[in-house]
């Protein structure tokens, strides 16, 4: 069952990308024609964020090291990596026994043979205190595979040889 709010948020949603008429047939029929925010992503990452924490830009150099190399994709195509930021995904300490990890999604995007971009998504968990600091991410197959994402905001964690 979906809670009232987040039934509000989609119908707002919906309203938004749809002609008013067609409120009824998107619902009706779960969406449509694209709109500008649709269009296939880009192999062009966005600028790497500044006035990062040592802390948080140690786990994103990490994360484009990781995440790309224990996803399923090969990582030769993989192009760069998004994540949510570390330090605002702390594990709450009572959960963990420490106040230093933490838990990010990460979006590999790639591209298959003939160029047409894709991405992965994966789940990583880490700890600014450990060394290294993860080592492994996991795969995170909600949006598998698709071409094109609509959740924000991630921050750009880098290239695969970073």
């Known amino acids: 069952m979906i809670e009232p709010d987040r039934w509000r948020t989609a119908v707002r949603s919906i309203r938004h990308l749809c002609a008013p008429g067609a409120l009824l047939i998107a619902l009706t029929l779960g969406g449509c024609a694209a709109s500008p925010a649709t269009t296939p ?22 994360l484009a090291r990781v995440a790309p190399r224990t ?21 709450p300490a009572a959960e963990v026994a420490d106040a230093t990890t933490w ?29 290294p600091m993860l080592d492994h991410c996991y795969r995170w197959v909600h949006y598998d595979l698709e071409p094109t994402y609509e959740d924000h905001p991630g921050v750009h964690a880098g290239p695969p040889d970073a």
């Open 71 to 91: 996803s399923t994709i090969d990582v030769a195509s993989a192009d760069w990596t998004e994540c949510w930021l570390p330090s605002a995904h702390l594990i």
């Open 103 to 131: 838990k990010v999604i990460c979006r590999i995007f790639w591209h298959q043979a003939d160029g047409t971009q894709r991405y992965q998504d994966t789940n990583c968990i880490g700890d600014f205190a450990a060394s």
């Open 41 to 62: 992503a880009t192999s062009a990452p966005p600028t790497p964020p500044s006035g990062l924490s040592a802390e948080d830009a140690a786990a994103l150099r990490t």
